[in-house]
């Protein structure tokens, strides 16, 4: 596989089902039940920690996915096909570039966004297409504003951490709706996780800002894991977050 450790890590929890039905096909429906859709936006810099394929890369958030929070592979004989968003290429190369390996003509993380997520949001007629699927995911990436709304906040990459809870917080109160964050655990030999993505969550039934949170959900307190046992993004844990500063470009 292309993917980055960490795209595969993240991809893992989603992926879950994929691999527990293994090579049987499961119909379309039952197994493929989903009920919010996570937008899913991911800093640049620290993807580009876990990647020795990274040139340059942008210096906003840019858009990982629009994924039902269930299931994956919905529909295998669905394939990507660049002609049906030709019109949405530019902007899609701009707000959804292929972070892990910068190349102007590479469809493969679309491919794959398309045919593990998009598959199954295809399910509500407004994503029932590949042109509407990332036409509505840059529409959304839009409308959230996210690179504006946190410099509106305040939050920029700095070497001076943030916390945890300040940055939870001030999403909520923007967007009106809990987001989840995920972070890069600590290194062994450091102390602070690294801010990786950010996620907001809509209803099926009509697209509209809900938490990503279920009601009740317990506070994400699972014990702190190095780096290495962790492999690549998880819920960030309540303390210090570390927004990296874009790398500047080698002269
Ligand atoms: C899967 O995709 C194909 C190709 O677009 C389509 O004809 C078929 O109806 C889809 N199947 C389901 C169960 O949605
Ligand atoms: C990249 O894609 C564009 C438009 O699809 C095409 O015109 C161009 O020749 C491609 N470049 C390369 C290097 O393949
Ligand atoms: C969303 O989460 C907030 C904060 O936990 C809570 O106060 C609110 O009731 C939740 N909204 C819904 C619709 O569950």
């Not at 939870?168 to 655990?185: E, F, H, N, S, W």
């Not at 994400?220 to 990296?244: D, H, I, K, M, N």
Request: charged share 25%; aromatic share 8%.
């Amino acid at each position: 596989m292309e993917l980055g450790a960490a795209r595969l890590a993240l991809l893992s929890c989603l992926g879950l089902a994929l691999l527990l039905r293994g090579g049987a096909r499961a119909p379309a429906s039952g197994s493929h039940e989903w009920k919010k859709l996570i937008l899913v936006q991911h800093w640049p810099t620290t993807v580009c920690e876990e990647s020795n394929d990274c040139r340059e890369p942008p210096d906003y958030w840019t858009i990982h996915g629009l994924w039902p929070d269930k299931g994956g592979d919905c529909n295998h004989s669905w394939h990507f096909n660049l002609d049906e968003v030709k019109d949405l290429l530019g902007e899609m190369k701009m707000y959804w570039p292929d972070v892990l390996h910068a190349s102007p003509n590479r469809s493969q993380f679309w491919k794959h966004e398309w045919e593990k997520h998009g598959t199954c949001a295809a399910q509500l007629p407004i994503l029932n297409s590949q042109r509407k699927y990332f036409g509505t995911s840059l529409a959304l990436y839009h409308q959230l504003d996210l690179n504006s709304k946190l410099l509106k906040l305040g939050i920029k990459p700095s070497t001076n951490y943030y916390h945890l809870a300040d940055l939870r917080d001030a999403l909520t109160r923007v967007y009106g709706v809990v987001p989840k964050i995920q972070c890069l655990p600590p290194e062994q030999d450091e102390k602070v996780q690294t801010l990786g993505q950010i996620e907001l969550c809509y209803t099926k039934e009509d697209l509209r800002l809900r938490n990503c949170t279920e009601p009740g959900d317990p506070p994400p307190t699972w014990p702190r894991l190095p780096r290495a046992a962790a492999q690549g993004l998880s819920v960030c844990e309540l303390g210090p977050v570390f927004y990296p500063p874009p790398r500047k470009a080698p002269r």
